[in-house]
């Protein structure tokens, strides 16, 4: 019998377990691909702005063509998430997994923002191509704003560009 109780307490532990994880309001994935690469991240979340995931490198060479897309997805079951912004961004960053987010004011590649209104379900995204002519490490980001929760979810890929040599 007392074995009986001390599962019971194990399972009303459990319980209580995962009624105190947070609801997660969004799925989003990012896809960048060249000739000769591609690499794909799937959601993160903040704090901390880095997220918990190791980012994913892609390699590209200076003048390759780029193509880059995005969907964020409202995994809500029951719930509209209104003045959502989806921001995606490619900015100079210093190195490969540097926590530090880079200052958009800086060396930015490409910045694009929309505000919407995502019913249950609903998927919104981007697809765009593009080139770099300047070697270095860049971060690819796509990241929800506004959200009203307590987190903020992103997707983000490293772009290592190397001259147009790979051996440069």
Known sequence: MSLCKGSLVVAAMLGFGTAVVR??????????????????ANVDQTPPDWGKNPRPVLKARAGETIRVQCVFTNV???????????????????????????????????????EIDLKPGAKAGQRSTLSIDRPGVYLVRVESRNTGSDHEHFAAIDLVVTGKDASK
């Open 23 to 40: 609801a997660e309001h969004a799925k989003i994935t990012l896809e960048a691909s060249t000739q000769h690469d591609k690499a794909t």
């Open 76 to 114: 809500y079951p029951h719930k509209t998430l209104e003045n959502v912004v989806v921001h995606l961004f490619i900015a100079r960053q210093d190195k490969v997994g540097q926590h530090e987010l880079p200052d958009l004011t800086g060396d930015v590649v490409s910045e694009t923002a929309f």
